[in-house]
Structures are given as structure tokens and as C-alpha cells.
């Protein structure tokens, strides 16, 4: 099975493995995205070099390093012990840096278009940013005003999205900032990422509905403390960052446990196993809710010596799921393929990411034969047998490996540019076809 065939230029489908038994399998997955490149931004911010061991190597974590190199940042690569590239050495921008123009291409990733402009605003220049052109659809007003609101000079065109250029005068006094973070919990990591180097701090107040994602909020707040830098997020909706010294380190990335879930999802929809070794006892990302959305699908989710293993059950039993955000689009996978009737709420946000994931959601699997349907903050998805067809990615990472998580338990499903999986795991189409092997293994084994 080739990673993406070609034809005159342009992609074909993906034609999606279809397991003929239960997949029994052991995973190793890349590291994480959300934490490679909060570190990357801390990396660039440090009082000296820091190195990043085992990091993630993809599209999102080129960008951020591509854009941190055009704020004078030096990164380079360096033989390590990770099984899915080198590690990387990250020396500083110097605080005089004078810039002149620059350009930063932010591509389709959140982070490099929310997390970069504060930093840049540290710089002394003109910035412009800009990305594909479904980037320019994500909310960016949250960052633009944020932007504003601490004094800094900035064009978008009255669009408040991307493209925009801001002019950085080489510090930020920082202090009490409000915004609105209702429509991406990055707008807050992307301020507290910066605001030790701010001249006052940063006292930061969200106004408006809950922040979606407040696992990943966490995650910022625990990777700022590892790195010596004050935070206190002891009330509600406010983040206190004194200013100080971000510490230079040298630490060991976990893998990215919301890019395990597809792998794991394989257990249930083919009655298999899969394994995970090297998963944290604690961790902060997300995707370590896997252990209970999985069980509340019928499957059996054991840990033991920092492996997790996952059984599915007899079928895939549907549930009433909240908040499983990026897990989102697995998890309807899987609800797609039960036997009863999921309700999936609190992800509503998910319409701002990299497409409206949960209108493409419900188009996807009704065109294979499902019953979805929108809600307010999420989706219903009741039984129904699905058929073969082209699920279409939109340009969605975590679409694509949705609908190769469908393929498995569906003959003759087809995946529209299974590539864009490069955006946060390049390797995507090869450990997939891992399972598959074990799948054919498994039934042949069976068979005689």
C-alpha cells in the first residue's frame, strides 16, 4: 500500500485498509505537537540554549521552527535516541535583534498563527503572517485584539483573521489584559507562553463562556512552572504570570497521546488489541482521557508498567461522551460503528479548527450510510450499517484518520488525501499499514 498514489499532479484516494480479523499490535506513535511546540516557543524565549530530545518532525513543528528561525531564533538538529527523528537544539533570539521585515508562514497550524505573534511583538520590526487559505477562515480576533490591547501596532485589513502584519518596538510592558478566549484555549497559552518577558507580567482575564480546551491551558501552566517561570491560576478565568527568566532545559518530549487515539480506536473496531508503551503515568495532554472514552465504548483499558493496552469488546457500545474535544473526530469514528446511539456535547469550538469538523463530521458519515446529526455543541450519531465511499479529509488531519479508523471495520472506504496526516504524524500510512499486517496475520492464523 503506497502512502498517497499520484496521478497528473494530483493526489488520488487513499484506499483504506479493511482488517479481515482483529488487529493485534503493539504502537510506538511520534511526540506530541501541543507540547513541542510550547517548548519550542519557551526554547526561543530561554536565558540560554535548551534541547528538545525525541521531538515531534512534521508540518506543524517545521512551521514553528521555520518561524521561530525568521525571529532569529537558531534551531538545529542533532543526533538523539528518538525513533522518529533527531533532536533539536534551540539557541535563543537575542533580545537586540533588529528584524526589518520579515514574513512567517503559519500554514494550517494553530499554534505557529497564536502562539508566534506575541512573541514577535518581543522583537523590533515588521512581522506579516499569513498561512493556506483555510487558515485565514480560523478565529484569529481573540489574538489581533489581545495584540492590540497590549499597545501593539497592527494592520489586518478590518478582517481581524490573516493576514496581518504587526510592528514590534522590542519589549511589551504587559499588566491587566481581558479577552475573549471563547473560541480557542490557545488565545490564552499564546499569552502566558510569553508573558514572564513581559516588563510587568501579565495578568490575564478571560470574559465571556467557558474556554474550551482547558486541558491544554494546563498543559501551558505545567510546561511555564517546569521551566522556572511563576504562574498563578488559582481563580477562575484569571492567570497571573510574573515576570522573570524562562529557564533553559533539556527535556524529553512525550509522544503525542491524542495521535495514539486512532491506533487505539483499531482495537475496538476490529475486536482487536493494541498496545502503547511508554505511556506517562501523569500527564497533562488530553489525550490520556482515551482510558475512559475507550471504556465507555466497550472497550478493556488496562496500564501496567507505563504500557496501555486496549481490548475491544463484542461491539461497540454508543455513549453519552462530553467534552472529548481533538479526540473528537476518533471518537465519532468510533460512535459511527456502535450499536446504539452516542451523544457527543461541549466541542462546539471544534467549527473553528482546521475545518468545521463537526458539519464534516455529518456529512462524511451520512454519505457512508450513517445517522449523524449537528447539535448545538456537538453531535448525535445513532446505528445505522455503513457502506463503502470516499470519506473526505477537508484538509483535516484528524478527518483523515477518522475515516481510516471506518475503513477498517467498512469494506471499500477511501480516504481523500490521506498526506494531509503529515501536519502532525507523518508517519501516519506506514504504522497504519502495521495494523493491517497483524489484521491478515491474525485471520490467517485463524483460518487453518
Same mark, same amino acid.
Given at each position: ?34 507540547? *513541542? ?337 449537528? *447539535? ?43 498526506? *494531509? *496526516? ?10 497504519? +499499514? ?7 496475520? +491474525? ?6
Amino acid at each position: 500500500m503506497t502512502e498517497q498514489a499520484s496521478v497528473g499532479g494530483k493526489s488520488t484516494h487513499w484506499p483504506a485498509p479493511f482488517a479481515p480479523g482483529p488487529v493485534d499490535a503493539t504502537v510506538y506513535v511520534p511526540a506530541s505537537k501541543s507540547l *513541542t511546540n510550547r517548548y519550542l516557543v519557551l526554547a526561543a524565549l530561554a536565558d540560554g540554549p535548551s534541547r528538545l530530545r525525541a521531538p515531534l518532525h512534521s508540518r506543524d513543528s517545521v512551521l514553528m521552527i521555520d518561524a521561530l528561525r525568521a525571529l532569529g531564533a537558531r534551531v538545529e538538529e542533532t543526533p538523539g535516541e528518538g525513533r522518529f527523528g533527531p533532536d533539536l537544539l534551540v539557541t535563543p533570539i537575542e533580545q537586540d535583534r533588529e528584524l526589518g521585515e520579515t514574513r512567517v508562514d503559519c500554514g494550517l497550524a494553530g499554534t505557529v498563527m497564536r502562539f508566534v505573534p506575541p512573541l514577535a511583538a518581543l522583537c523590533t520590526g515588521t512581522v506579516t503572517f499569513d498561512g493556506d487559505p483555510q487558515a485565514r477562515k480560523r478565529p484569529m480576533g481573540s489574538t489581533i485584539d489581545a495584540l492590540r490591547g497590549l499597545g501593539i501596532r497592527l494592520e489586518d485589513g478590518g478582517n481581524r483573521s490573516l493576514p496581518f502584519t504587526l510592528a514590534a518596538s522590542g519589549g511589551v510592558d504587559g499588566g491587566h489584559l481581558v479577552i475573549d478566549a471563547g473560541a480557542s484555549s490557545q488565545f490564552v497559552s499564546a499569552l502566558l507562553l510569553v508573558g514572564a518577558r513581559f516588563g510587568n507580567g501579565l495578568h490575564l482575564e478571560h470574559s465571556g463562556q467557558s474556554v474550551p480546551s482547558l486541558d491544554h491551558v494546563a498543559m501551558t501552566v505545567a510546561v511555564l512552572r517546569s521551566v522556572g517561570v511563576e504562574v498563578d491560576d488559582s481563580r477562575q478565568n484569571h492567570w497571573v504570570v510574573r515576570p522573570g527568566l524562562i529557564r533553559a532545559f533539556d527535556v524529553t518530549v512525550e509522544q503525542d497521546l491524542s495521535n495514539a487515539g486512532p491506533f487505539l480506536a483499531a482495537a475496538l473496531a476490529t475486536k482487536g488489541t493494541v498496545r502503547i508503551p511508554g505511556w506517562p503515568e501523569e500527564t497533562t495532554q488530553v489525550g490520556d482521557k482515551w482510558r475512559s472514552i475507550l471504556a465507555q465504548l466497550g472497550a478493556t483499558v488496562s496500564y501496567e508498567n507505563g504500557t496501555l493496552t486496549v481490548t475491544g469488546g463484542p461491539e461497540i457500545t454508543g455513549a453519552q461522551l462530553a467534552d472529548t474535544s481533538e479526540l473528537a473526530p476518533t471518537t465519532a469514528a468510533l460512535c459511527a460503528l456502535a450499536g446504539s446511539e452516542s451523544r457527543l456535547t461541549g466541542i462546539a469550538h471544534l467549527r473553528g479548527h482546521e475545518t468545521d469538523r463537526l458539519a464534516a463530521l455529518v456529512a462524511e458519515i451520512n454519505a457512508l450510510g450513517g445517522d449523524a446529526e449537528e *447539535t448545538d455543541d456537538g453531535l448525535i450519531i445513532r446505528p445505522r450499517p455503513l457502506h463503502g465511499g470516499v470519506f473526505h479529509s477537508y484538509e483535516d488531519h484528524r478527518m483523515a484518520t477518522a475515516g481510516a479508523i471506518i475503513g477498517l471495520a467498512v469494506e471499500g472506504v477511501e480516504v481523500e488525501d490521506i498526506g *494531509t *496526516t503529515a501536519k502532525t504524524m507523518p508517519e501516519f500510512p506506514r504504522l497504519w +499499514q502495521h495494523l493491517f499486517e497483524t489484521s491478515v496475520r +491474525q485471520s490467517e492464523a485463524g483460518a487453518l
